[in-house]
């Protein structure tokens, strides 16, 4: 059985599981030759977005039910989270290794993002919506909050078209590899410091 050290193990070297289905019990490892970035502090906040984020009513949590976020994200027609990687998300985030980051409108879960943590890398590894714009402020406040923490890298694994549009990029694994590296030899603290208010965060977006 796949242990949550051998499993950082597989990060700190490019890899990253990932089930068939819900019910596959098999995990089966990727290393694409492009891999997804999102930029640390600097995503994309479109207009719209923007507005919406100033009309009130949002707020982020760190703190929220990690099981809860992960659940959200598993709860889809197809999903690639299954059993022995919950269990797994679980122990690392039970030592310090993966964090999950809930965004509220008015007080009920709207979306969030989850993701496992090895120096300054966060490994982003799959984000919710339960109401319109609900993931992509997870997304704005998630790459504010590494900013702030001290992160560098912010690994999407793959690109969608909807992470494209809030700013990411493929780069070739080779230069993923060497950024990872570097990213490996220095600390950063995901709860080092509370997350921003929205007031805040609409101060940095650019």
Not at 27 to 44: A, C, E
Not at 58 to 77: E, L, P
Not at 150 to 164: I, K, S, V
Request: hydrophobic share 45%.
């Amino acid at each position: 059985m796949l242990t949550a050290d051998e499993l950082l193990v597989n990060y700190a070297n490019g890899i990253f599981p990932m089930a068939q289905t819900a019910d596959d019990p098999v995990l089966r490892w990727y290393s694409p030759p492009l891999r997804g970035i999102l930029p640390v502090g600097g995503v994309h906040c479109s207009r719209s977005l923007r507005r919406n984020l100033a009309r009130g009513g949002w707020r982020a949590d760190t703190r929220f039910d990690f099981g809860a976020i992960v659940a959200a994200c598993a709860d889809r027609a197809e999903t690639w989270i299954n059993a022995p990687l919950t269990r797994l998300y679980a122990q690392l985030h039970g030592s310090g290794h993966a964090h999950a980051l809930a965004v509220l409108h008015d007080d009920k879960l709207a979306g969030g993002v989850f993701g496992v943590s090895l120096g300054t890398a966060f490994f982003g590894e799959s984000m919710f919506s339960h109401r319109t714009d609900g993931s992509k402020m997870a997304l704005i406040w998630l790459s504010r909050h590494l900013a702030d923490t001290g992160f560098t890298l912010c690994d999407t694994q793959f690109l969608t078209p909807h992470l494209a549009s809030m700013g990411g990029k493929e780069i070739p694994r080779d230069l993923y590899l060497r950024a990872l590296k570097g990213s490996l030899t220095k600390v950063a603290d995901f709860g080092g410091r509370p997350i921003r208010d929205a007031h805040d965060l609409i101060a940095t977006i650019r």
